[in-house]
């Protein structure tokens, strides 16, 4: 995607050290990345950031994806339905059913 944006997509990472050798399922992170991409990067005609940031929090591994894009409020508005808006509940996505699956 980096060369699709070209200069429209900034990615940035911090990584803390200690989270560098834990190792985490292959795929977990691409959908949300892909989100970020499709539903704010896309849409914004300057391009945007995306952030990856992993830490250890309790003894548990913290990841975030972050974007700096248009706010969804727990909606979206989806094409293929004729523009009406759904809520994330009623989205027939399989991205963070995956992520869930994956866990």
Known sequence: EKTRFEDRLTVKFEV????????????LLQPLVENSIKYAIAQMSKGGLIEV???????YLEMEIADN????????????????????SSHTGVGVQNIVDRL
Do not use: H
């Open 16 to 27: 803390e050290p200690e989270t560098e050798a834990l190792l985490v399922p292959s795929l």
């Open 69 to 88: 894009g248009p706010v969804q409020d727990n909606a979206y508005l989806d094409t293929k339905s004729g523009g009406k808006e759904q809520t994330a």
């Open 53 to 59: 940031m992993a830490k250890c929090q309790d003894g």
